[in-house]
């Protein structure tokens, strides 16, 4: 349903923010991730959320 649509989620680092995203990332849709943190940590935080939902 999400397939190729993209999202921007803020808050996306931690808490309902993260969940957000990981569900949109698991029906498929491109996800970009806004908040607080170290710029490598977000990256990191990218890089699981991919893998998981194999993206």
Request: with cysteine.
């Given at each position: 349903?999400?397939e190729?649509?993209?999202?921007?989620?803020?808050?996306?680092t931690?808490?309902?923010?993260?969940?957000?995203?990981?569900?949109?990332a698991?029906?498929?849709?491109?996800?970009?991730?806004?908040?607080?943190?170290?710029?490598?940590?977000?990256?990191?935080?990218?890089?699981?959320?991919?893998?998981?939902?194999?993206?």
């Amino acid at each position: 349903m999400l397939e190729g649509r993209t999202a921007l989620v803020t808050g996306a680092t931690s808490g309902i923010g993260l969940e957000i995203a990981r569900a949109f990332a698991g029906q498929g849709c491109n996800i970009v991730l806004n908040g607080f943190g170290d710029a490598a940590e977000v990256e990191a935080l990218r890089q699981r959320i991919a893998e998981r939902e194999g993206a």
